[in-house]
């Protein structure tokens, strides 16, 4: 199928292939869940990365390339009926085999995806949803075994592919759907983060680019949900009033499970800004928790798109959030 007539979705998280997977079938829809299961040396994706594809359709994505054409090749081959319909493991070396300049070599699984997945995949989508960190087992040489939840205390089995139902990204609050918090969307949807959009005014929200992984949230008062961000998230504050900014800022930094509070504007709002922390009696260990100016060690410049990728850049490697957390460390060979 050519390119022209292939619908693509790049811009998917680690776990979206689930609802995509749901809704696919629910329009009897099949397709072919690829995963990377295990990989030595240098390769385009870590274990774990995904791909779906079907007659029309391909999601995810295994880092392009060959190695990416010769898995949608063996994909659209099962489901038009020249492979097996079975779930198929398939291994390559990138050098020799697809003439790839990483010189790993990479094992992937494919899984048919049709009625009969309906069952698992309800199950894994309940799991999303459940305290306990689980995973779901793939037998690679028992296509007759049904995936299956697995707990972190199972045994490592290199007969087992064991796909992480865990979202490791940065879970990143923007207070402000402004210029810049515009701009701050619109890059952070090719990135690995999950922002929440939080404003007053609802027409600035409506603004927003639209992307999987960002969601908007209006709020009249929006210091009031602070209580409600997750141990471990990042804040950046830019809303279009200083006193909201800086009621912001002090009561996430009364949080002290905050991965990253950043605050956008120059170094005289900065100064500005601790010297109130320090009258509201705000020590100086926890008022150098604030971050500003944001970005200022990225390239220069005072347009949106440039604010928002220093902010962005500054948040992420300050973070060092990995990209992807390998769904199954126990089989890199």
């Known amino acids: 199928m050519s390119s022209t007539q292939t619908q693509v979705l790049s811009h998917v998280g680690p776990i979206d292939w689930i609802d995509l997977a749901q809704r696919w079938v629910s329009n009897e ?24 594809v079907s007659q029309s359709r391909i999601a995810g994505t295994l880092g392009g390339g060959e190695l990416e054409r010769m898995a949608s090749e063996a994909a659209h081959a099962m489901l038009s009926g020249d492979g097996q319909w079975q779930r198929t493991p398939l291994r390559c070396v990138l050098g020799p ?32 949803s459940s305290p306990a960190a689980q995973r779901l087992g793939f037998a690679i040489d028992r296509p007759d075994l049904t995936p299956y939840l697995v707990t972190d205390a199972h045994a490592p089995n290199d007969s087992i592919h064991l796909q992480s139902l865990r979202d490791p990204r940065l879970q990143l609050f923007l207070f ?46 929006p210091e009031s949900i602070i209580t409600t961000i997750p141990t471990g998230a990042a804040a950046l504050v830019m809303t279009f009033s200083h006193d909201l900014d800086y009621r912001l800022c002090l009561r ?53 798109g440039v604010i928002a990728l220093a902010a962005l850049s500054e948040v992420m490697s300050l973070l060092h959030k990995p990209v992807l957390e390998s769904a199954q460390v126990s089989r890199v060979a």
């Open 29 to 52: 829809e099949r397709a072919v869940f690829i995963m990377v299961t295990a990989l030595r040396g240098s390769a385009p994706r870590e274990c774990g990365t995904w791909m779906l």
């Open 97 to 128: 085999d697809l003439g790839q300049c990483c010189g790993g070599a990479i094992e992937l699984l494919l899984e048919p995806i049709d009625a009969n997945a309906s069952p698992w995949l309800c199950l894994a989508a309940k799991a999303l």
């Open 176 to 221: 402000g759907a402004g210029h810049v918090g515009r701009a701050v969307c619109g890059i952070a949807a090719e990135l690995p983060v999950c922002i929440t959009a939080v404003d007053s005014r609802k027409e600035w929200l409506a603004r927003l680019p639209t992307a999987t992984n960002v969601h908007h949230q209006w709020e009249k008062t």
């Open 252 to 304: 996430l930094l009364a949080r002290q499970d905050l991965a990253f509070i950043g605050l956008i504007g120059s170094h005289s709002k900065a100064n500005s800004f601790r010297r109130r922390l320090k009258a509201d009696g705000v020590t100086e260990t926890v008022s150098e928790r604030l971050v500003s100016p944001i970005g200022r060690d990225g390239p220069p410049g005072k347009e949106p």
